[in-house]
């Protein structure tokens, strides 16, 4: 996927006021719209204009983008860093397959899960529902807490530069909350008009990566080392879990590799996940004398060949 430079595109400085932009998407709509433009690229050019007005028009999308396209170049291999989005809150809903499909797979990319909402028509208007990925910790989900969160709302100052203000919000995070559940905090949204109640705020929950587990849906991944007796005679072994500490019974004969699934001990949801852990077993090091002739007696009393299937 090629990164686009929507500045570029527009032939507009990253600077820009939000007229300025205005002014320069008339000008090459003018330019190269296939009614009035006799270029044989007038309709794919007619479409990148479209899509960089579309982001730059738009105060929440400019300021994602713009914290997103600093250092890249047009045209570049590009792929966005894994939750660039995270703390960026927006207004309205996403569009539509038939919109996205109208621009490119960049586009699409980022913002094919952002939009604006459509105005109704009433006297007495809800205020628009707003948007927001948040980062959790996994220990967060196994007991509950309570967070505050900051997030960023992008609005055009008095010179239409676009500006990002921060704002704090304190959330409980309920207990079994899994990857992908939208938390909804009530009132939290847009304001509403002559005096509608304002929209809500929905909170896209996804956990940080964690240094010993691993995530799917709602089961969890963790490896369990082993000691090679432990393994090849079979234990009882404590492991430590986001709740607390848990005993395993480790069958005898175990590999690396071989998988035990502890039913229900994943994500706590109503249907809750399972926690599965990979055996790795770890051979401890021969750094004393005595060491050594442990091993050197294992070479001579077991006469084991693990390369013995495949014929050598």
């Known amino acids: 996927m090629e990164f686009k430079d929507y500045y570029k595109t527009l032939g507009v400085s ?52 713009d914290q997103l396209g600093q ?24 569009f539509s397959g038939a919109q996205t499909g109208n621009f490119s797979d960049f586009f699409s990319e980022l913002f094919g899960h952002m939009g604006k909402q459509t105005s109704h028509s009433h006297h007495r ?12 910790d996994l220990e967060d989900t196994y007991r509950g ?25 304190n959330v409980r995070i309920p207990k079994g909350v899994h990857e992908g559940q939208v938390i909804r905090l009530a009132g939290q949204g847009g304001p509403g008009m ?17 240094a010993r587990y691993r995530v799917e849906k709602k089961d969890v991944y963790a490896t369990l080392p082993l000691s090679p007796w432990e393994a090849t005679l079979g234990a009882t072994v404590k492991f430590p879990v986001p709740d607390g500490l848990i005993e395993v019974r480790i069958p005898e004969g175990s590999q690396t590799g071989r998988k035990l699934r502890l039913k229900g001990r994943g994500i706590p949801a109503t249907s809750p996940g399972d926690l599965y852990l990979v055996l790795e077993v770890v051979l ?29």
């Open 125 to 136: 208007t809800r205020g628009e529902d707003h948007h927001a990925k948040i980062m959790l």
């Open 284 to 312: 401890p090091p021969a750094t004393t004398p005595k060491a050594k002739e442990i091993y050197q007696m294992m070479a001579r009393e077991l006469a084991f060949n693990p390369r013995e299937k495949m014929g050598v």
């Open 194 to 210: 002559a005096g509608a109640s304002a929209g809500d705020l929905f909170l896209e929950v996804h956990f940080n990566p964690h």
């Open 71 to 94: 250092g890249y170049q047009a045209g570049k291999e590009f792929r966005p860093p894994p939750d660039w989005n995270t703390g960026f809150e927006f207004s309205g809903r996403e």
């Open 145 to 169: 807490a309570s967070r505050s969160l900051t997030l960023r709302a992008p609005h055009v100052d008095d010179k239409g530069q676009i500006k990002l203000a921060e704002h704090k919000i």
């Open 14 to 65: 990253r600077d820009a006021s939000a007229e300025e932009i205005k002014k320069a998407f008339r000008r090459l709509a003018r330019k190269y719209h296939p009614d009035v433009s006799k270029a044989v690229d007038a309709e794919q050019k007619m479409k990148e204009v479209n899509e960089a007005h579309t982001v730059l028009s738009d105060p929440e999308k400019r300021a994602a983008y």
